[in-house]
T-cell receptor, first 119, second 114 residues
C-alpha cells in the first residue's frame, strides 16, 4: 500500500526566513509520481510540481525548490525568503504509474503541513 | 486552463436532509473524484469515476453515493446528512498527461450539518 507522511503538522516562521517542508513516502512501485500542492485560505488546491521516480534532479522555481532523494524516499520542499503570501497548507501526494490499473487514477495524500509566515 | 467548479462554496443543512454537491469540469476529463478534508486527517477519497456511469469506492464511501450521468458532471449525494459529515468537500478531475494522471481541483464546498 502507498503512504505519504508529512511529519510537520504546523510550522511558523518569520518573514524572510527559509523553511523546509518534509515529505516521506512508501510505495512498492518502481515507477511513480510525486506532487506538491498548495492550499491557500481560499480553499482551492493549487498544483506546484510533479516529479517522476526516474528523475532525481532537484528543481528550483523562483523561491521554491524541491529535493527528491530516492534513497531516503523523500521529496522535500524548501521556500527561500518566505513571504506572508506563502502562508497555506501544503500537501505532498503520490501516484502510481499509469499502467498500474485503477490505482493509477488516484493520489495518495499526506495529511498536510500548515505553514504560517509571520510579518 | 482547466476549470473545475462546485455548486456552492458554503452550505448549511439539517440532520436527515438529502444533500447534493455538484461538480462540473470543462476539459473533457474522463476521471473525476470526491474528497473530504478534515483537520489533521488530510484529504480522504470518498468516490471516484473513470467514465460516465462508472464509479469506484474510495477510502471512506460510507454514508455517501455518487452519480455521473454526463462526462462533465459528478455529483456527491448524502442520502441522510449527519453531523459527522460536516467537512470541506473537494472535487477534482484528471486525464492522462505525459504519462501521469494529474488532478485539478475545484474551490471546495464547506458543508455544515446542524
Amino acid at each position: 500500500a502507498q503512504k505519504v507522511t508529512q511529519a510537520q503538522t504546523e510550522i511558523s516562521v518569520v518573514e524572510k526566513e527559509d523553511v523546509t517542508l518534509d515529505c516521506v513516502y512508501e510505495t512498492r512501485d518502481t515507477t511513480y509520481y510525486l506532487f506538491w500542492y498548495k492550499q491557500p485560505p481560499s480553499g482551492e488546491l493549487v498544483f506546484l510540481i510533479r516529479r517522476n521516480s526516474f528523475d532525481e534532479q532537484n528543481e528550483i522555481s523562483g523561491r521554491y525548490s524541491w529535493n527528491f532523494q530516492k534513497s531516503t524516499s523523500s521529496f522535500n520542499f524548501t521556500i527561500t525568503a518566505s513571504q506572508v503570501v506563502d502562508s497555506a497548507v501544503y500537501f505532498c501526494a503520490l501516484s502510481e504509474d499509469q499502467y498500474s490499473g485503477a490505482g493509477s487514477y488516484q493520489l495518495t495524500f499526506g495529511k498536510g503541513t500548515k505553514l504560517s509566515v509571520i510579518p | 486552463d482547466v476549470k473545475v467548479t462546485q455548486s456552492s462554496r458554503y452550505l448549511v443543512k439539517r440532520t436527515g436532509e438529502k444533500v447534493f454537491l455538484e461538480c462540473v469540469q470543462d476539459m473533457d476529463h474522463e476521471n473525476m473524484f470526491w474528497y473530504r478534508q478534515d483537520p489533521g486527517l488530510g484529504l480522504r477519497l470518498i468516490y471516484f469515476s473513470y467514465d460516465v456511469k462508472m464509479k469506484e469506492k474510495g477510502d471512506i464511501p460510507e454514508g455517501y453515493s455518487v452519480s455521473r450521468e454526463k462526462k462533465e458532471r459528478f455529483s456527491l449525494i448524502l442520502e441522510s446528512a449527519s453531523t459527522n459529515q460536516t467537512s470541506m468537500y473537494l472535487c477534482a478531475s484528471s486525464t492522462l498527461q505525459e504519462g501521469v494522471y494529474e488532478q485539478y481541483f475545484g474551490p471546495g464546498t464547506r458543508l455544515t450539518v446542524t
